[in-house]
């Protein structure tokens, strides 16, 4: 991250951003910036003259903007220039669910904004990453939540960002805190372009090992679910597993929960290995036995029946029950469980569920799926090697997590004046 020298701070004043630096400033920041405008009213397409940055395109976990990711527009050139982006913008997020995220325009891109989208415009005493860190900050976000407007929409406008009370230290310093805070997010996108990498990886890797496998074979053959080595079998899931969905007890009766039961909800389905640390409800053994809750053992693979997660599918590592929403697929004969759940998560991966067209999945159609069984020694040495990729995606996710968590704690320390 290069050489950085901290120090700190000794003297502080009070004000209503709280104690700051003796020689920082508090300002309003519609004194600051040049212009807060509202976008443009119109329809992204899949071609035009302008990229058109809609409120779906901010990121609320990082500091860049995926322009391959960002629509069209079409809109006379003279028009365009009131609402034309340039180096060193930050636009924000006005209504919905991200009300008050930010961007910042860090690329040279032909490219306009979105009417749910408000453009801040700094002048030249204001550093532009300095004003886009701000508006990640604790101090920044408490005034938003205090003046978000509407029961439903919550939504903000440029009077409530003119007005937003922003603490300010000399531009040098400005500068020296926003290199400070890009560094770390420089780090975290090259984590997680490794771990996109990574995901890229395993993925072609499970479309040949669950076409071709792992070991050498020299003859094939068609089956109704494509071709595979001459040696597998295709067989259905319902034929080899026991597949049962879980169950809620009353929550209306006390007796039935808060025990020592582990008991999960379909939100665990997340394509991954989960832990008992994970675990937010438990029920009592009358719990278990006066509902269709269902103990499931170590090693079921769970798969989400409905819903966000629809599709999804989870190994448990640990005796646990879950909620009807979830089927879990246990005791199966003569299939390895991390090569299954791994075939599942390709399954989800491809889309194959939604393809289907199912908003709920039945139990039924989870026992007919066809699944390509080879030996039991290659089932192993399939999911062995995807086990090695997901460890490493694990490890550099946890990487991220204490990265970003050490990010948020210097923030805090250098956006006001702390450090």
């Not at 060193?88 to 961007?103: F, K, N």
């Not at 379909?266 to 994970?278: G, L």
Request: overall charge positive; proline content about 4%.
């Amino acid at each position: 991250m290069g050489k950085v020298e901290f120090y700190r701070e000794k003297e502080f004043k009070k004000t209503e951003v709280g104690e700051i630096p003796k020689e920082w400033e508090v300002r309003r920041l519609g004194e600051v910036v040049e212009k807060i405008q509202y976008g443009y009213t119109g329809s992204a397409i899949y071609q035009g003259n302008f990229k058109f940055l809609r409120i779906t395109d901010i990121n609320k976990e990082g500091l860049y903007i995926n322009w391959n990711k960002v629509p069209f527009v079409f809109i006379d050139e003279k028009e365009a220039q009131d609402y034309r982006l340039s180096i060193g913008d930050v636009v924000i997020a006005r209504i919905g669910a991200t009300t008050g995220a930010s961007a910042i325009v860090l690329d040279d891109v032909k490219a306009i904004f979105a009417s749910y989208l408000i453009r801040i415009k700094p002048y030249k005493n204001l550093n532009p990453l300095f004003l886009f860190y701000f508006t990640n900050s604790s101090t920044y976000w408490r005034q938003i939540n205090q003046q978000k407007e509407g029961a439903l929409k919550k939504g903000i406008n440029t009077k409530i960002l003119a007005n937003i009370s922003i603490p300010l230290p000399p531009l040098s310093e400005q500068k020296a805190i926003a290199k400070v805070l890009k560094d770390f997010d420089d780090l975290l996108e090259v984590i997680e372009e490794k771990i996109k990498t990574l995901q890229r990886i395993k993925k072609g890797l499970m479309e040949v090992y669950f076409t071709k496998g792992v070991f050498k074979h020299k003859e094939f053959k068609d089956t109704e679910i494509g071709r595979i080595p001459k040696e597998w079998e295709v067989r259905r899931l319902g034929d080899k597993c026991i597949i049962e969905s879980g169950g809620t007890p009353n929550r209306n009766v006390k007796d039935f929960w808060n025990g020592n039961i582990n008991w999960l909800t379909s939100e665990v389905c997340k394509n991954s290995f989960i832990y008992e640390h994970i675990v937010k409800e438990k029920i009592t053994e009358a719990g278990l036995n006066k509902s269709n809750a269902r103990l499931f053992p170590p090693d079921t693979v769970l798969i989400a029946l409905v819903g966000a997660t629809l599709g999804k599918v989870a190994y448990l590592t640990f005796e646990s029950c879950t909620n009807q929403n979830v089927a879990g697929i246990y005791r199966c004969k003569g299939i390895f469980p991390k090569y299954l759940f791994y075939f599942l998560k390709l399954l989800n991966l491809k889309g194959f569920f939604v393809v289907k067209g199912y908003k709920v999945m039945t139990l039924k159609f989870i026992k007919n799926l066809l699944i390509p069984l080879p030996p039991l020694e290659e089932q192993k040495a399939i999911a062995e090697r995807l086990k090695t990729i997901d460890d490493q995606i694990e490890n550099l996710k946890s990487q991220k997590e204490s990265l970003q968590k050490i990010k948020k704690k210097f923030m805090d320390l250098l956006l006001t004046g702390k450090v």
